[in-house]
Nanobody
Framework: EVQLQASGGGLVQAGGSLRLSCAAS????????IAWFRQAPGKEREGVSC????????FYADFVEGRFTISRDAAKNTVYLQMNAVKPEDTAVYYC???????????????????WGQGTQVTVSS
């Protein structure tokens, strides 16, 4: 059974930084794309970033605009999302998810990944 544990959320001022972590277990790491999604109150869930299986390339939604970096530590089975220059509109519950079939490009197409962790709240104050 795939299990994902997201952590690292909190309260941060606009322009600040935060690092989210997603610890994964029950999967062969190289066989899965790992992604971050977010959902703000009253809004639909949206894909934020994804790291591809095999070559660890990062994929980002347009609204990231170079502010976030996704990375993977295979030894720790953990994926990170480094969030810099955060904005109040980044406030949301952030979820990590894994999928062994869908490529990262699907995170902005509304296609749900197969395995999900619990969310971690990110609140950006202005």
């Amino acid at each position: 059974e795939v299990q994902l544990q997201a952590s690292g959320g909190g309260l941060v001022q606009a322009g600040g930084s935060l690092r989210l972590s997603c610890a994964a277990s029950g999967l062969v790491y190289d066989d899965y794309a790992i992604a971050w999604f977010r959902q703000a109150p009253g809004k639909e869930r949206e894909g934020v970033s994804c790291i591809t299986k095999n070559d660890d390339s990062g994929f980002y939604a347009d609204f990231v605009e170079g502010r976030f970096t996704i990375s993977r530590d295979a030894a720790k089975n953990t994926v990170y999302l480094q969030m810099n220059a955060v904005k109040p509109e980044d406030t949301a519950v952030y979820y990590c998810a894994a999928d062994h079939l869908f490529p990262c490009a699907t995170i902005t197409k509304g296609i749900p990944f197969e395995s999900w962790g619990q969310g971690t709240q990110v609140t950006v104050s202005s």
